[in-house]
């Protein structure tokens, strides 16, 4: 049985997308940009009018704008591993190269975004904001604005800072779900995130995932 087929082992039970009513349209336009919806909406979808609300925010602040959208996942690995999300850090690793074009290598490498020269200096700047904002408490500065500034205008500023507060809500979201990771992005984790720590959330003792 498939990922897609088989109901995530959540701690909120998931439904099957054929059980997601009234979010078809969504779930189409999920699946036609990435592919697949992730497991995690099909907890958000025991509330459709959730899912309908993180799915349309998702869309609109991960969609290219002044900031392309490389830049945008690679924002978003960094809030995630930050955070300390497995799930999010898989998912976000696996689409700056799917979706946003990154070469795995740069993935690999982004924890040393600070002196690899993979990366550009706009994008040290993005990739720091997305580091300090997504600790807890909260690290950001004005210099960190002031950086940017080098870089972005205000408009791409805000781009950037959306991308750090969605994942903010999915980094909580699913370490506290227990998001079932699927299988391209874990084997996607393993073989360009463990060298620079990644690690899958060992399960549940009760749940016997023998995979973790």
Known sequence: MTTEERKPLSRVEGLRLDEMTGNEKLLATIQSTYGRPPNSFTTLGRVPALLDAVGQLSLVVLAAGEVDVETKWLVANVASRAA???????????????????????????????????????????????????????????????????????????????????????????????????????????????ASGWRPKPRDAERGDARQ
Not at 177 to 193: G, I, K, S, V
Request: hydrophobic share 45%.
């Open 84 to 194: 300390g999300c497995s799930y999010c850090s898989a998912h976000t690793g696996f689409h700056s190269v799917k979706t946003g074009g990154a070469p795995p290598e740069k993935v690999a490498a982004v924890w040393e975004f600070e002196s690899s020269p993979i990366f550009s200096d706009a994008e040290r700047a993005a990739l720091r904001l997305a580091l300090v904002a997504s600790v807890v408490p909260n690290q950001a500065t004005a210099a960190h604005f002031d950086e940017l500034r080098a870089h972005f205008s205000d408009t791409g500023i805000v781009e950037i800072v959306a991308v750090i507060s969605l994942f903010g809500f999915m980094n909580r979201w699913n370490d506290t779900m227990a998001t079932e990771l699927e299988d391209p992005e874990h084997d996607f984790a393993q073989r360009h995130m463990a």
